[in-house]
């Protein structure tokens, strides 16, 4: 076709206009599957860290050292049976590490799960369940009793990865955050 | 603070050629001598820092307030492509000099990844204005940084005899590698 | 050319990987696993035989000045369309292959196959040329993937080699292993195609 201005314009309009309604029409199409998915996927790491449950409440956001900690509140038949908790720490060895912890009605850590982190491959992503045990020597501790610190820093009762002190103070440092976030529902 | 910490981890620990992967055609392409990559490397630095403010601008003025932030890609890569012609118009206008030396990547810079990629990536990061900036400065900083090195690099390596499989681009490969490798060395400085 | 030529010439002679040295920021970036390799060529892919459908059907409408900018709305279009079906349906693999996803934008394989293919030949001949080249790429990418993966965390698609596992050598996982194992594969493609050229 003839490269007039008119041409030009009027194509470039046309072909841009169509391409909107395409990207429009699709979007509200998969507005809903979308939201579902990201549902889906919150769901799925509270229910990675709390027995069973019935359902989950409208998150709690609490404001601690310029990031947002989320509350869930799990509750079965009515009654309060635990608390998943998403929490962060900025000390990861390659930026913020996420974390979800949960934890049972009387406060003992029933699990945890990495949601994001930026750690090493091979070494400081051990943190990662799938990945090394690290982070089962947490579930069934209550840190009422059980020290959230690292053992060879003298601080806690925690066994570090090995190579990978950093990551594993981090994780400590995010388990604790939660702690601490979540302490004030424990005692009602 | 902050903006020491995004100035390093964008030019060292996270050199967006060498550990994010981004703008590899000009880095295997442009890189033979040491001054076209100085060249390339100033003028993605001249688009990236433009390109930032006005994508900054675009997604918190104009899609954000509108509800289509779906349309971001599309949106993008169109304002990049419209702003380089004019970056490429204007400098022929205002400064023949410059645009002698900087005109013919011009063009090459629409379909570099890294400068869409940078786009997103600080949409992505939530950053402010400032930080958008700084943050797109020093990841073209250290993508020139990443050209330079491997320019000089790979002048050398044309006097290397090779095994003919190896020859061009495959050691190039070898060599960007272990440049990467050294790269590493900086990660858990922030 | 025939159909057949035109559909397989992608595999080797023009593969965009080894041969034409197209779209190495996915390629490096995207191929820690085998999976993500093939996720990422699959979804270049996509897009590829998609816009040199749409291509080939309205070149005849397109002013030749502003061809371009109309070839990169439209590629852009499927890139989006492609962002919103991975996130409803895959948001797993959306997830992992990041800020990739959006780049398929500017992979100058999409836009050089609509320049020098599609804008030229009839919407089955295109779509044949995309699927070809779109397989090309999706099995090198495939292939540097598992290469990586097998050498950096012993596994091949997800599947864990038990005894080999203290072998692992971690860093071709990581950023450094992508530039040395396509060096090396290009190596042997290049050795292994020297014969036939």
């Keep these: 076709m003839k490269s007039s201005l008119i041409n030009m314009v009027m194509v470039l309009f046309l072909i841009t206009l169509v391409c909107a309604a395409a990207i429009g029409g699709v979007y509200e199409l998969t507005k809903e599957p979308i939201d579902a998915a990201k549902q889906a996927k919150q769901i799925a790491a509270i229910s990675e860290v709390l027995p069973s449950f019935e359902k989950v409440g409208i998150p709690q956001e609490k404001s601690v050292d310029g990031d947002v900690v989320k509350i869930y509140e799990a509750t079965s038949g009515g009654k309060v049976v635990g608390y998943a908790v998403e929490t962060f720490s900025k000390n990861g060895f390659g930026g913020t590490i996420r974390i979800m912890v949960g934890f049972k009605a009387d406060g003992t850590i029933s699990g945890t799960s990495v949601i994001s982190h930026s750690e090493t491959p091979g070494l400081g992503d051990k943190i990662d369940k799938s990945k090394s045990d690290f982070s089962k020597q947490f579930e069934g501790q209550n840190p009422e009793t059980f020290k959230l610190g690292v053992k060879k820093d003298g601080a806690g009762d925690v066994d570090a990865i090995t190579a990978a002190t950093i990551s594993s103070r981090a994780f400590v440092d995010a388990v604790n955050r939660a702690y601490q976030q979540v302490k004030p529902y424990m005692e009602d | ?190 | 050319m025939s159909n057949l030529k035109i559909f397989t010439k992608g595999f080797v002679k023009e593969n965009p990987t080894f041969s034409l040295l197209l779209g190495m920021c996915p390629t490096l970036g995207t191929t820690t696993s085998a999976v993500n390799g093939m996720s990422m060529g699959l979804a270049t892919m996509f897009v590829l035989i998609l816009s040199n459908i749409v291509i080939s059907l309205i070149k005849n409408l397109i002013p030749d000045k502003v061809r371009i900018p109309a070839f990169i709305v439209v590629i852009a279009t499927l890139v989006t369309l492609l962002q919103l079906f991975m996130e409803a349906y895959v948001p797993a693999i959306y997830e992992t292959l990041g800020v990739f996803i959006p780049l398929i934008v500017v992979n100058c394989i999409i836009l050089g196959r609509a320049e020098a293919f599609a804008s030229k030949n009839t919407p089955f001949k295109s779509a044949l040329d995309g699927a070809g080249i779109g397989v090309g790429f999706t099995f090198s990418l495939t292939l540097l993937g598992a290469a990586r993966e097998f050498l950096g965390s012993a596994s091949l698609f997800g599947h864990k080699f038990e005894a080999l596992q203290p072998y692992g050598m971690l860093i071709f996982v990581l950023a450094p292993g992508a530039f040395i194992a396509l060096s090396y594969l290009m190596v042997l493609f290049n050795k292994a195609t020297a014969k036939i050229k």
């Design chain 2, 1 to 190: 603070m902050e903006y020491f910490v995004i100035i390093i981890a964008s030019i060292f620990v996270n050199n967006i050629v060498l550990a994010q992967f981004l703008g590899i055609c000009p880095f295997l392409g442009v890189s033979n001598k040491v001054e076209t990559s100085l060249g390339m490397g100033a003028a993605v630095t001249f688009v990236m820092a433009i390109s930032s403010i006005v994508v900054y601008l675009l997604q918190y003025y104009v899609l954000v307030p509108l509800n289509i932030a779906f349309l971001q890609t599309i949106a993008f890569i169109l304002v990049i492509a419209a702003l380089v012609q004019m970056v490429e118009i204007i400098l022929k206008k205002v400064s023949p000099a410059l645009y002698q030396a900087l005109g013919i990547f011009l063009p090459l810079i629409t379909t570099n990844c890294a400068v869409l990629g940078v786009a997103i990536l600080l949409v992505q990061k939530e950053y402010n204005l400032l930080e958008s900036v700084v943050f797109a400065v020093s990841t073209a900083i250290g993508f020139t940084l990443a050209l330079v090195l491997f320019a000089g690099l790979r002048e050398r390596l044309e006097l290397a005899d090779l095994p003919k499989a190896m020859k061009g681009t495959p050691v190039a490969l070898l060599t960007a590698g272990i440049l990467a490798m050294a790269f590493m060395g900086f990660s858990g400085l922030v």
